[in-house]
């Protein structure tokens, strides 16, 4: 593959060869580059956005996305039909230090009936009996991959997870060699979105028991022992350097995928893909240097995209931290994040650090996400329900003025002393603000430290690099670190999941330590939208953990929706989330490349690709 | 050779195992101390999952006990499967890395001898020349410069100005992206091995001996080549050894800068990771590599020279 040197040599074979074939269909193709090297193409292994990439050309799920419009919409991929029946469910769930069953009369049955003469790259049929083999091979803890919580949905699933030898397989039952069942306790909406995840993809068990003998997802590591099932197989994985697709002829739609071949590029070094995109050898990069950004706005008008993307960076307060003197008790400490959150400069900090077009945010749900209601998710935030979150975003002098008044009232309502001629507190705390060794973080937190400072507010700087972080974090040894969280899904409950008590993914440490026994939170939980009849003085596993648990069993959509805003209501009513902006996605195309689309969650899909 | 030699060598390798022991030993416990582990995540894993791998991994097993069976493994050379990348053997992973790390040291390493000694002869039998002066500046700037900073701007110049290689070898054939790192990891021992010739050189030719054979009517080249260069090249085998491996091992700045894929990046990686088998793997190899090319330094330097008190 020489690209760069020759590159006329070539031009001019390419040329010899459209003449010789007189004018037929032209061998298409392109080279990209999204990021390093991937850790895992098991899908069962792979939690990387990057790999999830690749993995929608090699493989299939029940579902696809396709383009249709301006709009991504979910077909039927290697299923022919998928039918839902009421039926009852049964789930075994935790109960001390075993399991008990739970009846959910309103369950429902899902029926898959996949399409006929599908075949792995290796020409077997798939069957019924790969995707039972797939899922429970995915959704066991032995395996250990990251996403195994995914199939928590399907009865059965957590008692499976834990590898509880009672519990081989998740609710699956194979009616045919082309048909299979699954139980779900609650039919999420988000269902169709799960089948058309990379975890929920067959992998093929002959491949597996082959090269798996010593450690699971050998056969992912090498082109001859990979059988793929979607529009593309491997063809080569020079580690480190690249990987090639080439299509795949088993695929069922293989006559309407267009690009032959897909070269993955493996690198991070923002400047050297920048370099091989502007001299030709990449048609498509991921990430491009921060301080290149303004320049590429402005050279490549027409190549240079920013898309949305569903997540959101924010700073996190642990709860259990007692820097902050003054505040006495919880709903004091809940002032002061919030007055401290109110500071936050988020149009300089978008503007002028991010500068790839993220917005500014005052929620935690962040922007991009559906709400059966209409619209976005984020339309409907806030107490009011009108959008307008839980803070002004600051985006014009007088709104961030009135966030800064607001924040000074409140440090003022908790005892903290303000020096009114010079507009500064004199005695509040220096506290410590903690973050992963980076270029960025580091320049967003000298802009919370200048901020703050401004206001006479000592900030000191921390980092430590991402594995510490992340223990420390997780363990809340911190007091103010900064956090972000990426949805799995178009579902908000993949972001307000994560702060019940319980949650492995609880940094504020709510319902934790002393946290546990403060009574101040109000909580919608009749479910009614009311907020005047809320229940007061309840505990974070009082109303947080409640409410989520309802959502978690409420089937009407609309319903449902209004239990996850009052969620949220209950998470920002903390001040322990400090949103600071949703992030965007950029990337860069050539725009000769027609038929690209990439989906809210960042995946690039390049097989309807035309190049001209 | 004689007894006292076989006993010196026996005794050197011996010493060689013990430090070996001693970087396997002090690099398990030293792992252990560093905060987060292999399986912290930004999405946490479950204690259901933390709990398998730990189990398939003998992490489960009291320390001790994980220290003397990873000591019997690194003594053998085998260190398991990587926990980050799926399915992949440490052994594997690090060859991969070390054929670029190996041919690129390889070749700068030739590189630097060639020209070092030509250009560090030339310059001691043209004593206070021009040329002589012009190649002490540039070898104190060589060596006085971080490689860094080399690489950088010979990157600069051949590759993003002048367009004659490419600027990595990502999705690239050929030897082109190689040419740069070569001549950056050779700049150093290059100007060091010029200036250990000169000096020794010019030790050398005001030796008895040397007068001798020029008395005898031998041609000046004859007299340097037979009787000169065996004996100033002596400082430069000692200086080869440890020079070889410190360029195998030490060229992370030079793998960075040019992209290359090489076992100082999967190093980095490896504890940035906390990829135990890895961080093993990757450090045993380059605990070895310097013990045996300082060994085999050491033991060429006593044939070469047959004067060396063993005692």
């Not at chain 1, 939980?525 to 947080?544: F, H, M, P, R, V």
């Not at chain 1, 969620?567 to 000769?592: F, Q, R």
């Not at chain 2, 010196?8 to 396997?24: E, S």
Request: include cysteine.
């Amino acid at each position: 593959m020489k690209i760069r040197k020759n590159s006329w040599l070539v031009l001019a074979g390419t040329a010899a060869m459209a003449l010789a074939a007189c004018g037929g269909p032209k061998s298409q193709s392109l080279t990209v580059c999204l990021a390093s090297e991937p850790q895992s193409l098991d899908p069962a292994l792979n939690s990387a956005v990057d790999g999830a990439t690749m993995l929608v050309h090699l493989d299939s799920g029940l579902y696809r996305y396709q383009k249709k419009g301006n709009a991504l919409e979910l077909t039927l991929d290697l299923a022919e039909e998928i039918s839902k029946a009421q039926a009852e469910v049964i789930d075994h769930e935790p109960d001390g230090d075993g399991w008990k069953e739970v009846k959910y009369p309103n369950g429902t049955r899902y029926t898959v009936k996949l399409r006929k003469g599908i075949k792995w790259s290796d020409g077997s049929a798939i069957t019924a009996d790969d995707f039972i083999y797939s899922w429970n091979r995915a959704s066991g803890a032995s395996l250990g991959g990251d996403y195994c919580y995914m199939f928590e949905q399907i009865a059965d699933g957590v008692a499976h997870e834990t590898d509880d030898e009672a519990y081989p397989s998740l609710a699956l039952k194979k009616v045919d060699d082309s048909t299979f069942t699954f139980d779900v306790m609650v039919d999420v909406p988000f269902m169709d979105q799960l089948l058309a995840f990379p975890t929920y993809f067959p992998v093929q068990k002959a491949a597996i028991d082959a090269n798996d003998k010593e450690e699971a997802g050998t056969w992912a590591t090498n082109p001859s022992t990979f059988v793929s099932c979607g529009a593309y197989k491997m063809s080569a994985w020079e580690h480190n350097s690249y990987i090639t697709l080439v299509k795949n002829p088993n695929y069922w739609d293989a006559k309407n995928i267009k690009l032959d071949k897909i070269t993955f590029a493996l690198s991070d070094d923002d400047n050297a893909m920048l370099a091989s995109y502007k001299s030709g050898e990449y048609q498509m990069i991921d990430s491009v240097p921060n301080e290149q950004i303004d320049t590429l706005k402005k050279d490549f008008p027409n190549e240079f995209v920013i898309a949305g993307q569903m997540g959101t960076y924010y700073i996190s307060f642990n709860v259990n931290s007692t820097v902050f003197s003054k505040a006495a008790n919880e709903a004091d400490r809940a002032k002061v994040r919030r007055a401290l959150g109110l500071f936050i400069d988020r149009e300089y900090i978008v503007k002028e650090i991010g500068k790839a077009g993220q917005i500014p945010a005052n929620a935690f749900v962040s922007a991009g996400l559906s709400d059966p209601a209409g619209g976005e998710f984020v339309d409907h935030n806030g107490a009011k329900r009108d959008g307008s979150g839980y803070y002004k975003k600051g985006e014009n002098d007088a709104d961030y003025k009135a966030n800064v008044d607001e924040a000074v009232a409140l440090l003022k309502e908790v005892g903290y002393a303000y020096d009114e001629a010079q507009k500064k507190f004199t005695d509040f705390p220096a506290f410590k603000y903690l973050y992963n060794t980076s270029s960025g973080h580091q320049a967003i937190a000298e802009n919370v430290r200048d901020t703050l400072a401004r206001y006479g507010i000592t900030v000191n700087l921390e980092n430590q690099d991402w594995s510490q972080f992340l223990q420390t974090r997780k363990e809340g040894n911190y007091d103010v670190a900064r956090n972000g969280w990426v949805a799995d899904y178009d579902d908000p409950s993949s972001y307000l999941t994560m702060w019940t008590t319980v949650s492995g993914n609880n940094d504020c440490q709510f319902g934790r330590g002393a946290h546990k026994d403060a009574a101040i939170y109000e909580a919608d939980l009749n479910n009614n939208g009311t907020i005047e009849d809320n229940e007061k003085n309840l505990t974070w596993a009082q109303s947080y953990d409640v409410l989520m648990n309802n959502a978690a069993k409420e089937t009407d959509a609309n319903k449902r929706f209004q239990i996850l805003h009052a969620a949220e209501d209950v998470l920002m009513s903390t001040g322990a989330i400090c949103p600071i902006y949703y992030y965007t996605d950029i990337y860069m195309l050539k725009s000769n490349v027609e038929g690209f689309f990439s989906s809210p969650l960042g995946y690039k899909f390049f097989m309807y690709c035309n190049v001209k | 050779m004689n007894k006292k030699m076989v006993f010196y060598i026996l005794k050197r390798i011996g010493l060689g195992l013990l430090t070996y022991l001693i970087v396997v030993t002090v690099t398990f416990w030293v792992m252990q101390l560093v905060p987060g582990g292999p399986w912290t995540r930004e999405k946490a894993l479950s204690d259901a999952v933390i709990a398998a791998l730990n189990k398939r991994y003998g992490l489960d097993q009291p320390l001790f006990v994980q220290y003397l069976r990873y000591l019997g493994r690194a003594m053998i050379g085998d260190f398991g499967v990587s926990y980050y990348y799926k399915g992949r053997e440490v052994t594997e992973i690090i060859f991969n890395g070390f054929r670029y790390s190996l041919g690129i040291g390889a070749a700068a390493a030739v590189l630097a001898l060639i020209v070092g000694i030509a250009l560090g002869t030339y310059a001691a039998t043209h004593q206070n020349k021009f040329f002589d002066r012009t190649i002490m500046v540039l070898t104190t700037a060589s060596v006085a410069m971080p490689s860094f900073v080399t690489a950088l701007i010979l990157l600069y110049i051949f590759a993003v100005n002048l367009r004659v290689v490419p600027t990595s070898p990502v999705g690239v054939d050929g030897i082109g992206p190689y040419i740069l790192p070569v001549i950056a990891a050779s700049l150093y021992p290059t100007a060091y091995i010029t200036r250990l010739v000169r000096s020794s050189t010019l030790d050398v030719i005001g030796q008895d001996y040397m007068r001798t054979a020029k008395s005898k009517g031998l041609k000046p080249e004859r007299v340097l080549m037979k009787h000169g260069l065996r004996n100033s090249v002596t400082p430069v085998i000692t200086y080869f050894g440890p020079m070889f491996a410190s360029i195998i091992t030490g060229s992370l700045v030079i793998e960075k800068v040019y992209q290359l894929p090489g076992v100082g990046r999967e190093f980095i990686r490896s504890i940035q990771n906390r990829d135990y088998p890895l961080i093993m793997g990757t450090t045993c190899l380059l605990a070895l590599l310097l013990i045996i090319f300082t060994l085999a330094s050491d033991i060429a330097y006593i044939i070469v020279n047959p004067r060396v008190d063993f005692d």
